[in-house]
């Protein structure tokens, strides 16, 4: 399994930040990197209160880095 981890941000409180992830069974990680960037375009639309800081791709149950 794949992990796409965000960290988003309140856009008029930008010191308030939540990290997110998206969980996927059927991509590699190469494959989660190429559709990140729509997914997370997406996500933005449906949250507009949000702002996306930063984002990565990694396998889940890993050593979980700062996104």
């Known amino acids: ?3 796409l ?4 941000c309140l856009a008029r409180e930008p ?6 992830a998206f969980q996927y069974t059927d ?3 190469r ?3 190429a559709r990140a960037i729509p997914e997370l375009s997406k996500w933005a639309q449906t949250h507009p209160r949000w702002r996306i800081a930063r984002w990565s791709c990694q396998p ?5 880095t700062r996104a």
């Open 1 to 3: 399994m794949i992990e």
């Open 5 to 8: 981890l965000f960290v988003a």
């Open 15 to 20: 010191e308030i930040c939540e990290e997110r």
């Open 27 to 29: 991509r590699t990680a």
């Open 31 to 33: 494959g989660c990197m």
């Open 60 to 64: 889940l149950g890993g050593a979980r």
